[in-house]
């Protein structure tokens, strides 16, 4: 290898200024050649101690002003002391040293190296397939690959003033690896080194650098900010682009900052074939209020439309469950059946499907007593369907049921078969809550098996009567009626606070609950707290107020439903083009709504009962009626006969004086009774009073 210009020429001004040392100071002390080596080496012993306040770059500038300060201290010892001879070896050894070190030349080229010819290089770009038939290259030998590393890293001139104290290669990567950097200056910490710095050292994209602070191990290396760890992964990384994992999947799209489920970390995910869903589970962020979900955003990542239906999220604490559907379940028909229907032994029953697959069920019986109904729903929404699982579910638990509604159709006049009594209009509303409401007076002094009077207790051993289910459907209209709605409203309110102990439920399916129109507070609060509440296809507009009045908290109001649970029909563009219409969106949201049996409401799809396929299979061969006690004691009040009848005389008031004949009186006594009834009897008890005066009871 032949020797640097800047050497040679180095070390020929070793060999010509010895003499000019070893001579000057003894021949011409105070002459112009002496005088000018004392200047320069004065002036090269300021600039070193310049060089040693400033520190940083003091090690490389002491070394090229070492020849100058050298000859400075040469020069005033050939001064000081007397002959030639310790003069001409001094200087020999300058020479020598100088010859020997090089240090201007070498000091001034450490930073600019050429790479030797040998030096093995790190090949970040992928190597070309080989031919077929060529042989293949023998493997790198132990080293190459670290040595690459630094070579790149040098070229760049070590960013952030760093040198490389240890390369791992990652195992099963061409090019991934990781640094262990220190500083170049012991003593001082790395400062301004960046991932775009690290990135154009090896010709790689920023993003596929990681840069980590370095901790100290006890007994081991060092740490601190002396220290940086280095992970170039420029293979991870595309892996991660094109083939990630689950995990990685919901890291990078998922739970970013902006993604919709922010901080959220992976759990597992589910395929359940025979029920075609996927579930995926995670962890939400422990954080002080409601986490944050973008339900829209969701869908998109998982490759769903909102508008199917199909992608559903259920919050347990800190653990997520989201259900991804093949087809949604809320557009399935969920056929009812007698076992689906039968209460178990905690008086539960399946009253439908929820969107992550569990029945979702309601209750005949609480345990404080008898249990209510609150059902809502627009028409066409399925609440007289609704209402049938629930009637159906009370008859299979063994109880009496009653249902009154304010106009007849088909299928309450088919349940009419299954149940007790069954009948229209207000007329027959009031009747029936007369009746209940008697009835909580005659049972709260009937006897037990052990001759004692308790309150009513599901599955207490020696009741003497069965539980009571009094349907009340379109309840506000009844409510509303001219002539009884204000009676019917008061005697509700009663029942819903005292039936619970005497085994008397009170069930009110209606378009509404709220208070202004219709409900009393007291009557809403008393059916929302010893009920299971069902809500179906509410209006966007009308959540935020219809769960307000159920008792739910802002925070978990749910998100209005789609107007249709079919799957969007793909190839509009081609229909424009062709100018074909659009195909119809099918009207399957009946049936499809909430339950609110915690204070949070679940999604769910009701249970479909087919009346024109018949319903005898759904309810029991035996009908329960009301004991032979109870009978004789309604009677003995005249609460107990055909309630589809016309009002009687005296029924709703006194009989009216005068000579009107008795036809007469009958044909007005309801529109004069009702005027007396507002004047002097303003509570069911006195109704109940003035009953039994008229009847001598």
């Known amino acids: 290898m032949s020797t640097p210009r800047s050497v040679v020429?180095?070390?020929?001004?070793?060999?010509?200024?010895?003499?000019?040392?070893?001579?000057?100071?003894?021949?011409?002390?105070?002459?112009?050649?002496?005088?000018?080596?004392?200047?320069?080496?004065?002036?090269?012993?300021?600039?070193?101690?310049?060089?040693?306040?400033?520190?940083?770059?003091?090690?490389?500038?002491?070394?090229?002003?070492?020849?100058?300060?050298?000859?400075?201290?040469?020069?005033?010892?050939?001064?000081?002391?007397?002959?030639?001879?310790?003069?001409?070896?001094?200087?020999?050894?300058?020479?020598?040293?100088?010859?020997?070190?090089?240090?201007?030349?070498?000091?001034?080229?450490?930073?600019?190296?050429?790479?030797?010819?040998?030096?093995?290089?790190?090949?970040?770009?992928?190597?070309?397939?080989?031919?077929?038939?060529?042989?293949?290259?023998?493997?790198?030998?132990?080293?190459?690959?670290?040595?690459?590393?630094?070579?790149?890293?040098?070229?760049?001139?070590?960013?952030?003033?760093?040198?490389?104290?240890?390369?791992?290669?990652?195992?099963?990567?061409?090019?991934?690896?990781?640094?262990?950097?220190?500083?170049?200056?012991?003593?001082?910490?790395?400062?301004?080194?960046?991932?775009?710095?690290?990135?154009?050292?090896?010709?790689?994209?920023?993003?596929?650098?990681?840069?980590?602070?370095?901790?100290?191990?006890?007994?081991g290396r060092q740490g601190g900010p002396g220290w940086l760890e280095v992970q170039v992964i420029p293979d991870e990384r595309e892996r991660r682009r094109t083939r990630p994992t689950d995990a990685e999947w919901w890291a990078d799209i998922i739970a970013t900052n902006r993604g919709p489920l922010?901080?959220?970390?992976?759990?597992?995910?589910?395929?359940?074939?025979?029920?075609?869903?996927?579930?995926?589970?995670?962890?939400?962020?422990?954080?002080?209020?409601?986490?944050?979900?973008?339900?829209?955003?969701?869908?998109?990542?998982?490759?769903?439309?909102?508008?199917?239906?199909?992608?559903?999220?259920?919050?347990?604490?800190?653990?997520?469950?989201?259900?991804?559907?093949?087809?949604?379940?809320?557009?399935?028909?969920?056929?009812?059946?007698?076992?689906?229907?039968?209460?178990?032994?905690?008086?539960?029953?399946?009253?439908?499907?929820?969107?992550?697959?569990?029945?979702?069920?309601?209750?005949?019986?609480?345990?404080?007593?008898?249990?209510?109904?609150?059902?809502?729903?627009?028409?066409?929404?399925?609440?007289?369907?609704?209402?049938?699982?629930?009637?159906?579910?009370?008859?299979?638990?063994?109880a009496v049921v009653w249902i009154a509604s304010e106009a007849a159709d088909q299928k309450t006049s088919d349940l009419g078969a299954h149940v007790d009594r069954q009948g229209v209009g207000a007329l027959y509303t009031v009747r029936a809550l007369r009746a209940a409401a008697a009835l909580m007076e005659i049972r709260a002094e009937m006897e037990w098996a052990d001759g004692r009077r308790h309150d009513f207790s599901p599955g207490a051993p020696g009741c003497p009567y069965a539980p009571l289910s009094l349907y009340l459907d379109e309840f506000l209209s009844a409510a509303r009626h001219e002539e009884y709605g204000e009676e019917i409203m008061n005697l509700a309110e009663l029942v819903s606070v005292k039936g619970r102990k005497y085994g008397v439920g009170e069930k009110v399916a209606g378009q509404s609950v709220y208070v202004q129109d219709g409900f009393t507070q007291l009557l809403c609060e008393n059916l929302r707290e010893l009920s299971i509440p069902v809500v179906l296809r509410v209006a966007p507009k009308k959540i935020s107020d219809m769960f307000k009045a159920l008792g739910v908290v802002p925070e978990d109001t749910p998100s209005p439903l789609p107007r249709s649970f079919s799957k969007t029909e793909t190839g509009r563009i081609d229909r424009i083009m062709r100018g074909e219409p659009e195909p119809q969106t099918a009207a399957n949201t009946g049936g499809v709504g909430w339950i609110i049996e915690g204070k949070r409401p679940e999604v769910l799809r009701t249970l479909y009962m087919d009346f024109d396929a018949g319903i005898d299979g759904l309810f029991p061969e035996q009908t329960t009626r009301l004991t032979a006690y109870e009978i004789t004691e309604l009677e003995a009040r005249g609460l107990w006969f055909d309630w589809t009848e016309p009002p009687r005389p005296g029924e709703f008031g006194p009989i009216p004086d005068g000579e009107q004949g008795a036809d007469a009186a009958r044909s007005s006594g309801a529109k004069r009774g009702s005027g007396q009834r507002r004047d002097t009897i303003t509570t069911p008890r006195q109704a109940l009073d003035a009953i039994k005066r008229l009847t001598n009871a």
């Open 9 to 219: 020429l180095e070390r020929l001004t070793y060999t010509l200024a010895a003499p000019v040392l070893a001579a000057a100071p003894n021949t011409d002390p105070a002459g112009v050649v002496n005088t000018l080596v004392l200047l320069a080496g004065a002036a090269g012993a300021a600039e070193a101690g310049l060089a040693v306040k400033r520190v940083e770059g003091a090690g490389r500038k002491l070394v090229r002003l070492s020849p100058v300060v050298s000859a400075l201290a040469l020069d005033l010892a050939a001064i000081a002391t007397p002959g030639w001879g310790w003069d001409a070896v001094l200087a020999a050894a300058w020479a020598a040293t100088g010859f020997a070190v090089c240090p201007l030349s070498r000091g001034a080229r450490s930073r600019f190296r050429p790479a030797l010819a040998h030096t093995p290089t790190l090949q970040l770009e992928p190597a070309p397939a080989p031919e077929p038939a060529a042989i293949p290259a023998p493997a790198p030998e132990p080293g190459d690959f670290e040595a690459g590393v630094r070579h790149l890293w040098e070229r760049a001139s070590s960013p952030g003033r760093t040198v490389i104290a240890h390369v791992e290669r990652h195992p099963g990567t061409d090019h991934d690896c990781t640094l262990l950097l220190r500083s170049a200056e012991p003593g001082r910490p790395i400062s301004g080194l960046t991932g775009e710095a690290v990135a154009a050292a090896f010709g790689i994209e920023e993003s596929d650098v990681v840069l980590k602070p370095v901790a100290r191990q006890p007994g």
């Open 262 to 398: 922010p901080g959220s970390v992976f759990g597992r995910k589910v395929r359940n074939d025979q029920r075609a869903v996927t579930y995926w589970t995670a962890q939400l962020p422990d954080t002080p209020g409601e986490p944050r979900i973008n339900l829209p955003a969701l869908c998109t990542a998982l490759g769903a439309s909102y508008e199917d239906g199909r992608v559903f999220i259920t919050v347990d604490g800190t653990d997520l469950l989201v259900s991804v559907w093949d087809i949604s379940p809320l557009a399935k028909v969920y056929p009812a059946t007698r076992e689906l229907l039968t209460p178990d032994a905690d008086g539960r029953w399946v009253v439908g499907y929820l969107t992550n697959g569990q029945p979702a069920r309601n209750r005949v019986y609480t345990d404080r007593g008898a249990a209510h109904g609150l059902y809502v729903a627009p028409s066409g929404g399925g609440k007289t369907q609704l209402m049938a699982l629930s009637v159906c579910a009370d008859a299979n638990y063994g």
